[in-house]
Nanobody
Framework: QVQLVESAGGLVQAGGSLRLSCAAS????????MGWFRQAPGKERDFVAA????????HYADSVKGRFTISRDNAKNTVYLQMNSLKPEDTAVYYC???????????????WGQGTQVTVSS
């Protein structure tokens, strides 16, 4: 049984930083790409970032490029999302997800975490 467990999010001021982590279990972590998505109130779930199994290929949404960094530690079965220069529009529930490929669409992912709230105050 696959389990993805995100770390707690939090409240941060605009311009601040926050790092999310997601611990995976239930299947061989290094065989899977990982992604982060987010959903703001009243909006659809959007792609944020993805990383392939080895960590040498990453993709980012234009809205976070240059501010967010996705990384992974296969020895710890964990994926990270470092978020810098946060903006109020980054406020959302953030989800990690697992897939066979580092895609940008949520239907490509077959396992999801429970989500963690990130709130950026202005």
């Amino acid at each position: 049984q696959v389990q993805l467990v995100e770390s707690a999010g939090g409240l941060v001021q605009a311009g601040g930083s926050l790092r999310l982590s997601c611990a995976a279990s239930g299947r061989t972590f290094r065989n899977y790409a990982m992604g982060w998505f987010r959903q703001a109130p009243g909006k659809e779930r959007d792609f944020v970032a993805a990383i392939n199994w080895s960590g040498d290929t990453t993709h980012y949404a234009d809205s976070v490029k240059g501010r967010f960094t996705i990384s992974r530690d296969n020895a710890k079965n964990t994926v990270y999302l470092q978020m810098n220069s946060l903006k109020p529009e980054d406020t959302a529930v953030y989800y990690c997800a697992q897939s066979r490929r580092a895609g940008q669409y949520d239907y490509e992912y077959d396992a999801w975490g429970q989500g963690t709230q990130v709130t950026v105050s202005s």
